[in-house]
């Protein structure tokens, strides 16, 4: 479904027709448990009005069917009837309860609260009370108004997240849009450069500033690549991810301040897991970037890797400030960032490169004033 401005206004009138419909069900409800009370009374007043019939008749008169089909009628409302000599009768409530006097009386209180009680007079004179409860058909009927509300509230936010996902998929989709034209874009002088570094091995210059000026070549269609396959589903091949992370990790060693010093080791010489080679490179370029930034430009990078035979772990340390444990989860979610200047998009796209193309795990390891280790799990072919 499309939430564009031209369909918009359609998708409100449904919202606001189906809280509508809802609406409805909920006051036609409430009317029908109005009803189904004042019914209940009737019958209880007619029960009461055999009662007092039957207590005022002598044991001879002949009462007839009426009185007896009245009694037996009534095998869901539970009542409590109190005699002017303090006797209690019971009907429709558990007999071994009904003979406790300290749950009659809680009963009475309860049936209170619930219904007016009935006095049964006979020619001025007061013969009975009846408390009378709610049947189970009315105790059930008064819970669905709530039930409804609970219906009412989560349609609402069914609605409110559907919405809201798919402002999202149409934002990710101008995001990849925007990424995959700037790839385009970069390309144009991309091959100019290629020709100029071309052209300057014909002169007499030092050959190390061509190399050079290859190697940023590199680079930057690398760089191309990468903003070329966002928002597409990557091809994941086998590669040696000791070779990979390394190459990564020699690229901007020589690229960084000599005020970071920079190691690395490994469990294995050779590790097989099915990766993405450029995406896989942005992630390690993007761990130890922030470490760095973390660092202000000064400390220590240490990557290592732990191969633990289905699973091989990859820890960038940093010696930075560290990260607050409440912001574990927090600094993978997009516009999340600690430096003046960026979009915090780079531990997010992180994030979406090993979990959603390599199926992998990525997390903060540990952090505190003396650093941070983050860690990169991935399935070998082991």
């Known amino acids: 479904m499309n939430f564009n401005p031209k369909n918009r206004s359609s998708n409100l009138t449904l919202l606001i027709a189906s809280f509508a419909i809802v609406s409805l069900i909920l006051l036609n409800t409430n009317s029908f448990f109005k009803k189904f009370k004042e019914e209940e009374r009737l019958k209880m007043e007619i029960w009461a009005t055999a009662q007092s019939e039957f207590q005022q008749s002598s044991e001879d008169a002949d009462l007839g069917n009426l009185h007896l089909k009245v009694f037996q009628n009534n095998t869901s409302t539970p009542m409590i009837l109190v005699n002017k000599d303090g006797s209690v009768k019971t009907n429709n409530i558990d007999p071994e309860k009904s003979i406790d006097s300290v749950y009659v009386q809680r009963q009475i209180l309860k049936f209170q609260s619930e219904n007016i009680p009935i006095s049964i007079d006979q020619q001025g004179e007061h013969l009975a009370t009846l408390y009378y409860g709610n049947s189970e058909v009315l105790n059930k009927l ?223 390891l540990s952090s505190n004033k003396q650093g941070t280790v983050m860690q990169l799990t991935l399935k070998t072919l082991s």
Do not use: C
């Open 142 to 364: 008064k819970y669905y108004p709530i039930a409804l509300l609970l219906i009412i509230f989560l349609f609402a936010a069914v609605i409110f997240f559907f919405f809201k996902t798919n402002k999202a998929s149409e934002q990710n989709k101008v995001w990849a849009g925007m990424a995959k034209e700037t790839a385009h874009q970069i390309g144009t002088p991309l091959s100019s450069l290629l020709g100029w570094n071309e052209l300057l091995k014909t002169e007499n210059i030092n050959p190390e500033i061509t190399k050079e000026i290859a190697k940023d070549i590199t680079r930057l269609e690398t760089i191309t690549e990468r903003f070329s396959k966002i928002g597409s589903l990557p091809k994941l091949d086998t590669y040696d991810i000791v070779k990979e992370t390394k190459d990564a990790y020699e690229y901007l060693k020589l690229r960084s301040s000599k005020l970071i010093e920079f190691s690395f080791t490994s469990d294995e010489e050779e590790i097989p897991v099915m990766l993405n080679h450029t995406l896989f490179n942005w992630t390690i370029e993007n761990l130890v970037k922030n470490g760095i930034d973390a660092m202000k430009g000064k400390g220590s990078i240490h990557i290592k890797i732990i191969n633990e035979g289905k699973q091989v772990h990859i820890q960038v340390s940093d010696t930075g400030h560290g990260i607050p444990k409440s912001n574990f989860q927090a600094i993978f979610n997009p516009g999340v960032t600690s430096k003046k200047r960026g979009w915090g998009l780079g531990l997010s796209l992180v994030k979406r490169i090993v979990e959603e193309y390599h199926k992998g795990k990525i997390k903060v």
